[in-house]
């Protein structure tokens, strides 16, 4: 009699075993099927579902980021974030990419290590235009559309010794030409049949820029007007949260005085990253599953405006050269969810532009993608922090 009522319960427990684990039948979906889109979408969601609640064993200590490269890697001096080891000397490449609404959406720019966003031209609004700088352009499917170039930009890409791609620019351009250390595609890229106007169907394809340096003979690494690394990152194991800065900000959301295209950047503090729109949508890549781009970093730098013409040409003064006295070079420092004042200072050309708090120390960047705007100084106050 007691081996029968043993066999009994333990039938039992059996039964409430498997009763317990369910069955494929069951409603809920199992952890493997969320997607990667899914998980980016409710990350809280996905978490719950994937971590049992609770258990038998004590968590594992959190395991801080390592500042040591992996074996065969390197840090990118434009983002600090670990790339292959053979592009340590590569040259970054600065592709001009038109910002009308005509020409969007963009291709490759989720992709881009750094993104200025400059006034392009004193008409329009004060119409802007992307600079995109890729070190490991060869893994970019596809970059553009590609427009003509100013000479904010020419007095600008030489500090991150890129080579600048563009379709061309008017006259004002022609002695920043002449410069030896502006190396420069111009008009050289491939066209694509997007059905829109000749203007807006130039971009660089995978192998158009290794094409270029073969036809010109520019060197595809470092050259000598290279002044060495450009930002001063802060270490993965101690971030710079700008806690330290008691006149430090909290900004969510940043609007920016660019009145033709009203961009904005809003912080995701899961991410710790700022998404950016503009044209009252989001800013998403075309060429990359329609990502949308966001940053690690925002440099908000506000420049002397120079009109060359009544045409809308103009340049912003990057350079301390051009600067006297009682002229400013504010700006703002944005990352995790926070602001500080800054300013800056720029040598010449080919020296990489520094960013100073308020105590007279240069900041520094975290790991991660960057966006600068340049703008007349005459804005800068009307930037708008929530």
């Given at each position: 009699m007691k081996k029968k009522m043993l066999l009994l319960m333990l039938g039992l427990s059996v039964m409430l075993v498997f009763a317990g684990?369910?069955?494929?039948?069951?409603?809920?979906?199992?952890?493997?099927?969320?997607t990667v889109e899914a998980a980016a979408q409710a990350p809280a969601m996905v978490m719950q579902e994937v971590q049992p609640e609770a258990s038998p064993v004590e968590d594992a200590p959190v395991q801080e980021e390592s500042d040591v490269?992996?074996?065969?890697?390197?840090?990118?001096?434009?983002?600090?974030?670990?790339?292959?080891?053979?592009?340590?000397?590569?040259?970054?490449?600065?592709?001009?990419?038109?910002?009308e609404k005509k020409a969007l959406p963009h291709f490759g720019v989720s992709e881009a290590d750094v993104i200025y966003e400059i006034m392009n031209s004193t008409?329009?609004?004060?119409?802007?235009?992307?600079?995109?700088?890729?070190?490991?352009?060869?893994s970019v499917k596809q970059i553009g559309s590609i427009r003509s170039t100013r000479p904010t930009n020419l007095q600008t890409a030489p500090e991150w010794n890129a080579v600048l791609c563009h379709d061309g620019g008017p006259f004002w351009n022609d002695s920043f030409y002449k410069n030896p250390f502006v190396d420069r595609f111009s008009g050289t890229f491939s066209r694509v049949d997007n059905g829109k106007a000749r203007e807006f169907t130039e971009y660089a394809l995978q192998g158009d820029v290794d094409k270029n340096f073969k036809n010109t003979g520019f060197s595809k690494t470092y050259n000598?007007?290279?002044r060495g690394d450009h930002y001063n990152f802060a270490t993965r194991a101690n971030p710079n949260t700008l806690d330290q800065y008691s006149s430090a900000q909290t900004v969510n959301k940043v609007s920016l005085p660019f009145h033709h295209n009203n961009p904005w950047l809003e912080y995701n503090p899961e991410e710790g990253v700022y998404y950016y729109f503009q044209y009252g949508d989001k800013e998403i890549d075309a060429g990359n599953g329609n990502k949308q781009v966001c940053f690690k970093n925002l440099l908000l730098q506000g420049a002397r405006l120079e009109k060359l013409d009544d045409h809308g040409y103009m340049i912003l003064h990057t350079n301390d050269g051009d600067y006297k006295d009682g002229d400013t070079r504010e700006g703002w420092y944005l990352t995790n969810g926070k602001a500080i004042k800054v300013s800056w200072t720029k040598m010449?050309?080919?020296?990489?532009?520094?960013?100073?708090?308020?105590?007279?120390?240069e900041i520094k960047l975290n790991v991660g993608k960057t966006y600068v705007a340049i703008m007349p100084s005459s804005d800068f106050g009307d930037i708008k922090f929530e």
């Open positions: 684990c369910g069955s494929k039948d069951d409603d809920e979906e199992p952890t493997e099927a969320v490269p992996p074996d065969g890697m390197v840090a990118n001096p434009l983002t600090g974030e670990w790339i292959d080891a053979s592009l340590e000397d590569q040259r970054p490449i600065a592709v001009m990419i038109d910002d008409q329009n609004d004060g119409v802007t235009r992307f600079m995109a700088l890729f070190k490991d352009y060869n000598d007007y290279y010449d050309d080919t020296y990489p532009t520094r960013y100073y708090d308020e105590n007279g120390d």
